[in-house]
């Protein structure tokens, strides 16, 4: 009992396969999830501080690293399941929520709870590093992805998450990280060779044409 559980816990983040039940030529865990996330918000949160935004970066380490601890109680749900409605998305957080805030009061020390309690909320919000956080995210995601289109993985869905992610990362346009990974990176991806390279760049050019004629 107690804050072992805790620090027993993240193994566990390494059994924990993301977009399980779906053939995939690489795996990908959760606790290698978070870290990629971190390292990405880290280079977002450099381009936004370089262009004079102001930046909490313990706040950033914090909400990257710790941002799907949640799914040790729930597993990992694709993502087009997961965003299907906002109604099922309001209740899958309610659910983490709920279970991770019963972990924390049973497991921590009286005197960390309400520190764990904010470390380990929902940490996509309204604020910047809140913002980085969920354009971090989708961009692990969208490279998930691209790396099953470019080995030619058959399954349709990764075509979905990687149209997905991309029209979620340009929701975040107006941040100069999201900025400088449209006109920069992802032209750089796009200029791997690989054989359906001709489809996605059809995919990405007409998501971003569609954000231009908005």
Known sequence: MGVHQYFKSLSDLE??????????YQEHNVAAHSFKVTKIAQ???????????????????????NHDYPEIFTGDIKTPVKYASKELKRLFSEVEEEMIGKFID???????????????????????????????????????????IQKRNPEPLFF???DKSLRTIIQFSHLHCVKDFLNNILPDMLQEKFIPRSELREITMAILQQKENE
């Open 160 to 162: 979905e998450i990687y």
């Open 106 to 148: 049973s497991e921590f020390p009286e005197q960390y709870r309400t520190i764990y309690h904010e470390r380990l909320k929902e940490g996509k919000d309204d604020t910047i590093e809140g913002q980085i956080l969920a354009v971090a995210d989708k961009i692990d995601l969208l490279y998930e992805s691209f790396g099953e």
């Open 15 to 24: 059994k924990l396969i993301r977009c399980p039940g779906k053939f995939k």
């Open 43 to 65: 280079y977002l949160a450099t381009v936004e501080e370089y262009n004079g935004t102001q930046i909490n970066w313990k706040s950033v380490y914090e909400k990257a690293l």
